[in-house]
């Protein structure tokens, strides 16, 4: 970002970067940005509260008093991303005779059709529709008892799209059943990995193609690093 | 540490470019000023093209989209807030407001999205496609842009 800031500003733009990485914004020093240290991938701080939005674009259009830079300021508010799994219900064993997590992203598929429905678009789709979800994850936990993963039949032979394909499937179904204040910034990923057969079945097919020799790249980005 | 603060620790050491006398605009009054939205959140409209894996591209979203689709390849941050609100990543209905109240002159037509994981060195996006979305948006007649990070 700050380094389109620079790029922007060079044609004529006047900039403003809500910066998330501090030390970054220090270094490729854009022109004008208000740090912001809230949950990545939330720049703007809090879902659902214009109110908060608004003062953060108020603090982001000061800066534009300025008359030289650069100029890198401080948002007072800091929100941690909380690290505590949401709280949100999980359908009950349904069909024993297949493994877990497939029957399990079965039991989900209401709670994304309404999500779907009501946000009318969804992020799923890289490398599969939501119908292929279940399969998916049954390729995964195949691989995770031993089967090479180059020849388990992967939607796109992509093992970073599909792991995507099916976080999304499931963080958008989850957000129809949370109890309770909405998630926090690390609130949903700790529920995927540390609380569904889904995210349990990701970890074990990563595991074991780190384990059999599988490339960095191919299993490293399946989760977030620090899994 | 949480994967936040992990991702932050990490991301301060990776190289960065420097820019030896950069520009500065004296931008126009606030209030009569056309704004854009950046973003490297890699949103693109649910017709549009996708992003691909180290994609050094932008789409343009226009105005009136909300139908949008998070694109970006990293597992490392969160995915969910722009889902419950898409105005946490891209303030598009925050700027519809600020226009209407006058405190910004109007919300530009058509706004840009960047994939933020970008290649170390970052050259396409500085020298290529950087360069062609501020073009657009020049076209457009944007005074002002905000850019957020993802």
Same mark, same amino acid.
């Given at each position: 970002m700050s380094v389109l800031a620079h790029v922007f500003e060079a044609a004529g733009i006047a900039t403003i970067v809500l910066s998330s990485i501090r030390e970054m914004a220090v270094k490729v020093a854009p022109p004008r940005a208000l740090h912001c240290e809230f949950p990545l991938g939330r720049p703007l701080g809090r879902p659902l509260d214009p109110e908060f939005q608004h003062d953060v674009l108020a603090r982001a259009f000061a800066l534009l008093n300025e008359t030289s830079g650069p100029v890198l300021v401080d948002h007072p508010e800091v929100i941690e991303a909380d690290d505590q799994p949401v709280s949100c219900s999980l359908p009950p064993r349904f069909d024993p005779s297949l493994p877990p997590s497939v029957d399990e992203a079965r039991g989900l598929r209401k709670a994304y059709d309404r999500a779907l429905a009501k946000?009318? $678009?969804? &992020?799923?789709?890289? $490398?599969? &529709?939501a119908d292929e979800v279940p399969n998916a994850l049954g390729m995964l936990h195949a691989i995770a008892n031993g089967q090479d993963w180059t020849t388990a039949g992967l939607p796109g032979g992509n093992t970073i799209a599909v792991c995507h394909d099916i976080r999304t499937y499931y963080e958008e179904a989850a957000l129809e059943l949370v109890d309770g204040p909405l998630p926090g910034g690390r609130a949903m990923e700790d529920w995927f990995f540390d609380r569904t057969e889904a995210g349990a079945t990701v970890l074990a097919a990563r595991a074991a193609i780190r384990d059999s020799g599988g490339k960095f790249p191919i299993w490293f980005y399946m989760t977030p690093g620090q899994r | 540490m949480n994967g936040d603060q992990m991702m932050r620790a990490h991301s301060a050491t990776l190289p960065a470019p420097e820019f030896a006398n950069p520009a500065w605009v004296t931008p126009v009054e606030l209030a009569k000023a056309t704004v854009a939205i950046v973003t490297s959140a890699a949103l693109h409209a649910s017709d549009d093209e996708g992003f691909t894996a180290g994609d050094t591209g932008y789409r343009l979203i226009d105005?009136?989209?909300?139908?949008?689709?998070?694109?970006?390849?990293?597992?490392?941050?969160?995915?969910?807030g722009v889902k419950m609100d898409l105005n946490v990543v891209y303030p598009i209905d925050r700027l519809e407001e600020l226009a209407q109240r006058g405190v910004i002159g109007a919300v530009a037509p058509r706004h840009v999205s960047f994939a933020g994981n970008q290649p170390d060195d970052v050259a396409t996006i500085r020298l290529d496609t950087g360069p062609a979305a501020a073009a657009a948006l020049r076209q457009d007649g944007v005074d002002i842009v905000i850019l957020t990070p993802v």
């Amino acid at each position: 970002m700050s380094v389109l800031a620079h790029v922007f500003e060079a044609a004529g733009i006047a900039t403003i970067v809500l910066s998330s990485i501090r030390e970054m914004a220090v270094k490729v020093a854009p022109p004008r940005a208000l740090h912001c240290e809230f949950p990545l991938g939330r720049p703007l701080g809090r879902p659902l509260d214009p109110e908060f939005q608004h003062d953060v674009l108020a603090r982001a259009f000061a800066l534009l008093n300025e008359t030289s830079g650069p100029v890198l300021v401080d948002h007072p508010e800091v929100i941690e991303a909380d690290d505590q799994p949401v709280s949100c219900s999980l359908p009950p064993r349904f069909d024993p005779s297949l493994p877990p997590s497939v029957d399990e992203a079965r039991g989900l598929r209401k709670a994304y059709d309404r999500a779907l429905a009501k946000r009318g $678009v969804t &992020s799923v789709g890289r $490398v599969m &529709s939501a119908d292929e979800v279940p399969n998916a994850l049954g390729m995964l936990h195949a691989i995770a008892n031993g089967q090479d993963w180059t020849t388990a039949g992967l939607p796109g032979g992509n093992t970073i799209a599909v792991c995507h394909d099916i976080r999304t499937y499931y963080e958008e179904a989850a957000l129809e059943l949370v109890d309770g204040p909405l998630p926090g910034g690390r609130a949903m990923e700790d529920w995927f990995f540390d609380r569904t057969e889904a995210g349990a079945t990701v970890l074990a097919a990563r595991a074991a193609i780190r384990d059999s020799g599988g490339k960095f790249p191919i299993w490293f980005y399946m989760t977030p690093g620090q899994r | 540490m949480n994967g936040d603060q992990m991702m932050r620790a990490h991301s301060a050491t990776l190289p960065a470019p420097e820019f030896a006398n950069p520009a500065w605009v004296t931008p126009v009054e606030l209030a009569k000023a056309t704004v854009a939205i950046v973003t490297s959140a890699a949103l693109h409209a649910s017709d549009d093209e996708g992003f691909t894996a180290g994609d050094t591209g932008y789409r343009l979203i226009d105005s009136s989209r909300r139908d949008l689709v998070l694109g970006h390849w990293s597992p490392n941050f969160d995915h969910t807030g722009v889902k419950m609100d898409l105005n946490v990543v891209y303030p598009i209905d925050r700027l519809e407001e600020l226009a209407q109240r006058g405190v910004i002159g109007a919300v530009a037509p058509r706004h840009v999205s960047f994939a933020g994981n970008q290649p170390d060195d970052v050259a396409t996006i500085r020298l290529d496609t950087g360069p062609a979305a501020a073009a657009a948006l020049r076209q457009d007649g944007v005074d002002i842009v905000i850019l957020t990070p993802v």
